[in-house]
């Protein structure tokens, strides 16, 4: 699965209890944060924009992890 739509698959199935929470898990919400994170550096419009709680705590205990 690849593209932004494979990220929010496998996020929203983690968070549903579909799939487990594991390395693909923790991968996509790195992509997803760093991509969030970039929009904001470059536009106000997101400034506003957070994660779900949900996604916050699994981003907390993301390890950190370098996106290319």
């Known amino acids: 699965m690849t593209g932004m739509d494979g990220l929010f698959r496998i996020l929203g ?7 487990p929470v594991d390395e693909q898990t923790h991968a ?4 997803l944060n760093e991509r969030l994170e970039h929009l904001k550096k470059h536009s106000g419009l ?15 205990h993301t390890p950190a992890m370098t996106v290319s």
């Open 46 to 60: 997101f400034a506003g924009i957070e994660f779900s709680p949900d996604v916050e705590a699994l981003r907390r």
């Open 28 to 31: 996509s919400v790195a992509v």
């Open 13 to 19: 199935r983690s968070l549903s209890g579909e799939r």
